[in-house]
Structures are given as structure tokens and as C-alpha cells.
């Protein structure tokens, strides 16, 4: 598992924060050591629960799912007190995810996460993650008629 970034070795610490964020507890697979970045009043925007436990618990679903991962960090963008990532997450899907067997498949999914920094820790966290091209790469039988249909 690696982590990918184009991000300049000058970046602020904001961006290394959240850089060494996704290494460690995303593609490290740590979810124990959130503390060492989140705020104690963390509120994730993402995952319920809305803190740190919802967090960790979508970390070790993810990991127990896909193996090999490797995040890639392809486009990062800081505006005051916040950083917006935008990332290729490929892996293989190793285990179950949601009522989806493990499929062997690899897959490659983009993932937007926005991060809102305060005095050196993440205190929020939003994340969008293409839930349905991983679908479409775990089960590509499965069609939805009309789920993203235009109306004319």
C-alpha cells in the first residue's frame, strides 16, 4: 500500500497535516492513532458516527474490503483554514463490501475530501467518494434503469 502525491516537499503545514493523514490512517489502514490528527471535538461530515469512532469504522470496513490500496493525492488545493484533495484510490477487492463478496476485481475510484484545519489538527471533515463506479467495477451486470437518467 503506498500513498501518491504530488504535493512539493515546501507545502504548508496545513497540506502535510493532511497528507500525513491519508497515509497513515487510510492507507497504513491505522485508524487507532486518529487522536495524533483530529481535534478532540472532531466532527466528520462523512461517516456515522459523526467523530472520530465513525471514522475509524469506515477506515477498517475499507481495509477489510479492498487490499493493496494505494491512494493517490492528485490534486490539492488550500484556501484559509481549509484543503481540498482530490484522490485515485485503486485496490483490489479482497473481502466483502456492503452485500458485495469479494470479487478479485481492481478497481480505481476517484474520492474528493475536504478538511477544515484549526491550530494544527483536522476538526472537520466532508468526503465524496463515486460509490457508483465502484458498483458498476464490483458488480458491472448490475443496471439501474433510469438511476441517472436526464429527463428530456
Not at 481535534?39 to 493493496?68: E, K, L
Not at 466532508?126 to 439501474?144: G, K
Request: charged share 20%; proline share 4%; net charge negative.
Amino acid at each position: 500500500m503506498s500513498i501518491t502525491t504530488m504535493i512539493p516537499p515546501h507545502a504548508s503545514p496545513n497540506v502535510r497535516l493532511v497528507t500525513d493523514f491519508m497515509r497513515t490512517i487510510w492507507t497504513e489502514a491505522s485508524p487507532d492513532v486518529l487522536e495524533r490528527f483530529v481535534s478532540a471535538s472532531f466532527v466528520d461530515h462523512a461517516y456515522i458516527p459523526a467523530d472520530q469512532t465513525g471514522h475509524a469504522t469506515m477506515v477498517r470496513i475499507f481495509a477489510g474490503a479492498f487490499s493493496q490500496a494505494e491512494h493517490t493525492i492528485e490534486q490539492c488545493t488550500e484556501q484559509d483554514d481549509i484543503v481540498v484533495i482530490r484522490l485515485k484510490i485503486t485496490a483490489l477487492h479482497s473481502g466483502q463490501f456492503r452485500d458485495i463478496a469479494a470479487t478479485g476485481n481492481a478497481v480505481e475510484v476517484t474520492q474528493y475530501r475536504t478538511f477544515r484545519i484549526v491550530e494544527g489538527q483536522i476538526a472537520e471533515h466532508w468526503a465524496l467518494f463515486d460509490t457508483a463506479s465502484l458498483l458498476r467495477q464490483l458488480q458491472p451486470t448490475v443496471i439501474v434503469a433510469g438511476a441517472c437518467a436526464i429527463k428530456q
